[in-house]
């Protein structure tokens, strides 16, 4: 029985159409190919340098027309889980521009029900960990946006805020709760208002494991581009095999049609 068409298509940001403030050679054209196609769109990211305002900036600034709910980032789904929960007093480890995107919750130092890691970059320390640390030893859950190892910055690879919300688990005894790919809510909530189901829809990523693999574990076909910080040796080495793997987004409509 042959697989359903593709009907929706989840475009990771970094990686795959731009590097720092460049977009990448062919990626505005193919989105506007995939566009004229017929393709539904949805734009994720685990981005936490960013706040939503400004990642749809961002596109737009580069030149791809992007609707407010075709975006998909992991605050709008921490801030549900507390909600969810019942967290409303949370300690906030991230950026004073992230920090916007959760105006719905309390920010605390102090007797928080939850910490919510995000992006520090060069602000990240042994304070900031050791404040978190006790925190959460005091009872507050650890809620990770997300768990990558390391991205591509524009001078090169760097730590992502995988590494940091790893100390804390080491040190702490607790498993974070992760809410960017590759978590299946993540995959669920970027479908949902769509109305397209898993088996119609593709992932395109340059991250085997976090947008390849968690997409396809959550029924979606994925597409792993060679661009970003796609690295061949994290491809012989992975349990995944994705759908395609394709030189360049620039590939992707192609592939899509079966060419």
């Known amino acids: 029985m042959p697989a359903p068409a593709v009907r929706a298509v989840l475009l990771d940001l970094d990686g795959v159409l731009y590097v720092g403030e460049q977009p990448l050679p062919g990626a505005v054209a193919a989105v506007e190919r995939l566009r ?49 929960r019942g967290h409303e007093r949370v300690a906030l480890v991230m950026n004073e521009e992230v920090k916007r995107d959760f105006e719905q919750l309390e920010a605390v130092g102090r007797r928080a029900d939850a910490v919510i890691v995000g992006d520090l970059g060069d602000a990240f320390s042994y304070e900031v960990l050791n404040d978190a640390f006790r925190l959460l030893m005091d009872g507050a859950e650890l809620v990770a946006l997300q768990k990558n190892r390391y991205w591509l910055t524009e001078d090169g690879l760097s730590l992502d805020v995988g ?30 208002d769509a109305g397209v189901p898993a088996s119609e829809a593709a992932m395109v990523g ?18 792993l581009v060679r661009t970003g910080k796609f690295r061949e040796d994290a491809l012989n080495a992975s349990h995944v095999l994705p759908t ?11 592939a899509l049609r079966g060419g």
């Not at 030149?63 to 998909?72: F, K, M, P, Q, S």
């Not at 980032?73 to 969810?84: I, Y």
């Not at 919300?165 to 960017?180: C, I, K, T």
């Open 36 to 84: 004229s196609d017929g393709y539904i769109l949805r734009f994720v990211t685990n981005t936490t340098v960013r706040s939503r305002a400004a990642t749809l900036e961002k596109l737009r600034r580069i030149g791809i027309a992007v609707d407010d709910r075709e975006l998909v980032t992991p605050a709008g789904l921490a801030v549900r889980h507390c909600r969810e």
């Open 163 to 192: 590494a940091f919300v790893a100390a804390l688990e080491y040190a702490s005894g607790r498993r974070a709760y992760v809410v960017g790919k590759p978590a299946p809510a993540f995959f669920e909530q970027s479908l949902e």
């Open 206 to 223: 340059d991250d085997v494991e976090t947008d390849v693999g968690g997409a396809m574990s959550a029924g979606l076909s994925g597409y």
């Open 244 to 254: 395609a793997v394709l030189a360049s987004i620039t590939d992707l409509p192609a």
